[in-house]
Every structure is written in structure tokens, then in C-alpha cells.
DNA sequence: CAGCATCCACATAGATACTG
DNA sequence: CAGTATCTATGTGGATGCTG
């Protein structure tokens, strides 16, 4: 490893941008991985804004990537949880560095930021060091 | 930092995703990581199958984010050379991590990427240990 | 060579209303 | 509660042709 270029492809970044670049998808990941499971309205209260369709149509992206767990208990009134699963778990672990790059670097975001996203719990990623 | 609980703001995610989210920003990224600097045609071979409006596009808000930096040279025929800015060589790093998760996880992926991809060279990203 | 202008196609996301 | 059904608005990317 002196010196040695290693090549890693960009190709799975493919299917990396499709989950990542749906809005709220690294957010979703992020709420589920601060706390755990979450129920639907539970994700719409932590995520601040979506719309149901918009939600239900990310969780079913993510589910279908294995990035989400989706567990429905045959109760009245009914009940889903949703949690990480270990894929999940790894990609948030993964995004951290991507956050800190991107706190290192906010210029005017701050201002809106802090307008429309103070109180926002999915915005802030809780790690445990 | 024991056991503590830190919180990153995701707030500048929102920035973030707006850059990573389009298609070819982090491709164009790692390709100006992997060669130092390139010319327009230049990315548009080593990007494959990029319009030039798109790759025009993308490269003027990578500017604008300070992820790139654009030089032009007063001859005939003109030249005009890319590269990344610090910032951008930052941002390369930040998502090596997501670059090594996907890899560890390619399901059907494998053969769309062979197929479509096999040769794009920005698809790799070249490490130096 | 390094783009810009224009038009078009598709995907994403929101609002709203309704259902098992 | 946990979604689905529509409809719409916007944005992102591609094709093609033209210009400094």
C-alpha cells in the first residue's frame, strides 16, 4: 500500500445516486438511524413537510434496495414500523463524512437553513463515538 | 468522546443534495480528481454519453459552488481547462466512504454496469494510498 | 474547440382527497 | 393509522443545430 493506486468504480455510484438523490431518502436514513423505528406518521412528523405519497413512495424505494426494514403489526387501529436495516445502517455511516464536508462549507445556506429547517430532528444526525 | 452523542446538522445536506443529486456532478468530481485538470471535450469522453448541455450546465453550478475551477486560455483554437478547487478535492474524499459501501453491495447492478459502463473511466476513482 | 439556444421527455415532489 | 389515487408543477437531462 505505498504509494499504490488503487481503482474503485464509479459504477455502483449508479445506483448509489438513484437512492441519494431523491430528497429525502438520506433523510429518512437518518431519522431511522437516530431513532431507531419509526412509524409512518412518526417519519412525517420527524421529517418535516413530506407529503404522504412522496413518503410512501421513498419507503418503498428504500425497502426495495434493502436499506429499510418494514415490519406491519395485524392490529386495530394498525400499525408499521419502520427501521434500518444493516445495509442502512452502513450507508448512513457511510454519508457521515459527506455531512462533515458539507458543514465545513455552509456560506449562505446557514441563513435558510436555520429558517426553514430549525427544529427539524431528521437535519441533525446523532453519532455515537 | 465517550459514548457521547454529537449532532451534526444535516441543514447543509440540503446544499449537498442539490450538488450530488444531479446526475454527473460526481462524476465530473472524481474524473478532475483522477486526471488534475481537463478541457470540455475532454469530459465529455471521459464522462461518456454526456450532452453538451448538460455537461455545460453541470460544470457552471459546480463552479458556482466553488467545487471546480474554470481556466481559459485567449487562443486559437480557444482552450479552456477544469479542475478541482480544494473544496472539490474535499468533497472527493467525503465520498469515498459511499463509493466503498456501494461496491460491498452490488446485486443486479453488476451486469448493467458491466454492459453500459464497461471503459467509461470516470466510473473509477483512482486512490492513492 | 467550447460552448449556447431551443425543444422535448421523463422523473420527482407536492396538494388534495379518499380508503382498508 | 397507514397509506393510495389523481393531478399538477418543477427540474433534470437528452437531441439537435448554431456560434464566437
Redesign the pocket.
Same mark, same amino acid.
Given at each position: 500500500m505505498n504509494g499504490e493506486v488503487s481503482h474503485i468504480c464509479f459504477c455502483p455510484l449508479e445506483g448509489v445516486i =438513484?437512492v441519494i438523490s %431523491? %430528497?429525502?431518502a438520506l433523510l429518512i436514513v437518518n431519522a431511522l438511524g437516530n431513532r431507531e423505528r419509526l &412509524?409512518?406518521?412518526?417519519l412525517m412528523e420527524e421529517l418535516g413537510?413530506?407529503? $404522504?405519497?412522496?413518503l410512501? =413512495?421513498?419507503? %418503498?424505494e428504500l425497502q426495495a434496495e434493502g436499506l429499510i426494514k &418494514?415490519e406491519?403489526f395485524a392490529e386495530i $387501529? $394498525? &400499525?408499521?414500523?419502520y427501521s434500518l436495516t444493516q445495509d442502512g445502517v452502513e450507508l448512513r455511516k457511510a454519508i457521515v463524512p459527506l455531512l462533515k464536508w458539507a458543514a465545513t462549507r455552509e456560506h449562505g445556506n446557514k441563513e435558510r437553513c436555520a429558517s426553514t429547517y430549525r427544529g427539524v430532528r431528521a437535519h441533525r444526525i446523532e453519532e455515537k463515538a
Open positions: =438513484d %431523491k %430528497k429525502w &412509524r409512518f406518521n412518526g413537510g413530506i407529503s $404522504p405519497k412522496t410512501s =413512495d421513498t419507503l %418503498k &418494514r406491519s $387501529p $394498525p &400499525r408499521v414500523e
